[in-house]
Nanobody, 124 residues
Framework: QAQFVESGGGLVQAGGSLRISCATS????????MGWFRQTLGKEREWVGV????????YYADSVKGRFIISRDNTKNTLYLQMNGLKPEDTAVYYC?????????????????WGQGTQVTVSS
C-alpha cells in the first residue's frame, strides 16, 4: 500500500521561499506522474502542478507559474515543491498525489494515492 509523508511546511513571510517534500513508499515511484494540490478551509482542492514520471516535463497552474518548481528524485522516491515569491494567498494545506495512468491530470479524483498534507502559512 502506497504511503506518502509530507514535510517542510511552516510559516514564512510574504516574498519568502519554502521547499516541501513528499517521501513515498509502497509504489514504484518512477512509474507515477506526481502532482501537488492545495486546499484551504471551505474551498475545493486546487491543482498546483504535475511532473511526469520519467521525462521531466512539468505543468503548473497559472497562479503559481514562474514561482513554484516541482522536482523529483527517483533514487530517493521523493517529490519536492520549491515555492518562491510566496504570497498570503498561497496559504493552504499542500498535498502530494500520484497518478499511474496517462494522460496527466489536474483533477483530484483522477489520482490514485495521496499524502496527508502539510500546512504552509504565508504572513503579510
Amino acid at each position: 500500500q502506497a504511503q506518502f509523508v509530507e514535510s517542510g511546511g511552516g510559516l514564512v513571510q510574504a516574498g519568502g521561499s519554502l521547499r516541501i517534500s513528499c517521501a513515498t513508499s509502497g509504489l514504484t515511484f518512477s512509474s507515477y506522474a506526481m502532482g501537488w494540490f492545495r486546499q484551504t478551509l471551505g474551498k475545493e482542492r486546487e491543482w498546483v502542478g504535475v511532473l511526469t514520471s520519467t521525462d521531466g516535463y512539468s505543468y503548473y497552474a497559472d497562479s503559481v507559474k514562474g514561482r513554484f518548481i516541482i522536482s523529483r528524485d527517483n533514487t530517493k522516491n521523493t517529490l519536492y515543491l520549491q515555492m518562491n515569491g510566496l504570497k498570503p494567498e498561497d496559504t493552504a494545506v499542500y498535498y502530494c498525489a500520484a497518478r499511474r495512468t496517462p494522460p496527466l491530470s489536474y483533477v483530484p479524483g483522477q489520482y490514485d494515492a495521496w499524502g496527508q498534507g502539510t500546512q504552509v502559512t504565508v504572513s503579510s
